[in-house]
């Protein structure tokens, strides 16, 4: 059963970089897709990135200047850095598979991050 | 604004049916899978239906999903005070070349 957990910073200063690592197991990354999900508080969900193949990346175009999703297949899991952080980027961000179909199977149970002022 | 359509809230009572639609064009609905989640209060979203109309393993066929054209719908029959929650569709945007979700729907099982 693959299971995706997330981990970093719980609280951000404003204009910093956040960055935050999904740890993968019971699954290799070297397959699939791999994505970066937030969700503000009381707000729908936005999808931030992926990255598949071979470190192949596509990024949600409102984020696009500011995203960097990477990979790390040694240790099985793959990254996010959202810079110059705002207030407006205060959300719970998840880490899920799409194992090729466009269906997000396997989630992350998701992390807040907070930013600060 | 998403670029997927979704009604912000449905409602219908225990035991019912309920249907949530999806509505968005020829760069996404029209031309790639569509794919729903339930949310529930507080967790990780779920996935209900992918490839348009297909249920994961553990998904009761109390779900469903159809498509025509550009839109897109969730059926839920046997409402359950249990499916509460938000529901969100989601697909490829060829045009963005990103993923896109609708904006959610609430649904309360009165």
């Known amino acids: 059963q693959v299971q995706l957990q997330e981990s970093g910073p719980g609280l951000v200063k404003s204009s910093e970089t956040l960055s935050l690592t999904c740890t993968v197991s019971g699954g290799s990354i070297t397959y699939n897709y791999w994505s970066w999900i937030r969700q503000p508080p009381g707000r729908g969900l936005e999808w931030i990135g992926h990255?598949?193949?071979?470190?192949?990346?596509n990024y949600n175009p409102s984020l696009k200047s500011r995203v960097t999703i990477s990979r790390d297949t040694s240790k099985n899991q793959f990254s996010l850095r959202l810079r110059s952080v705002t207030a407006a980027d205060t959300a719970v961000y998840y880490c899920a598979r799409d194992p090729g179909d466009g269906g997000l199977d396997h989630w992350g149970q998701g992390t807040l991050v907070t930013v600060s002022a | 604004q998403s670029v997927l359509t979704q009604p912000p809230s449905v409602s219908a009572a225990p035991g019912q049916k309920v249907t949530i639609s999806c509505s968005g064009g020829?760069?996404?609905?029209?031309?790639?899978?569509i794919s729903w989640y339930q949310q529930l209060p507080g967790t990780a979203p779920t996935l209900l239906i992918y490839e348009d109309n297909k249920r994961p393993s553990g998904i009761p066929d109390r779900f469903s999903g159809s498509k025509s054209g550009t839109s897109a719908t969730l059926g839920i029959t046997g409402l359950q005070t249990g499916d509460e929650a938000d529901y969100y569709c989601v697909t490829w945007d060829s045009s963005l070349t990103a993923v896109i979700f609708g904006g959610g729907t609430k649904l309360t099982v009165l």
């Open positions: 990255i598949y193949d071979s470190e192949s990346t």
């Open positions: 020829s760069s996404n609905i029209g031309n790639n899978y």
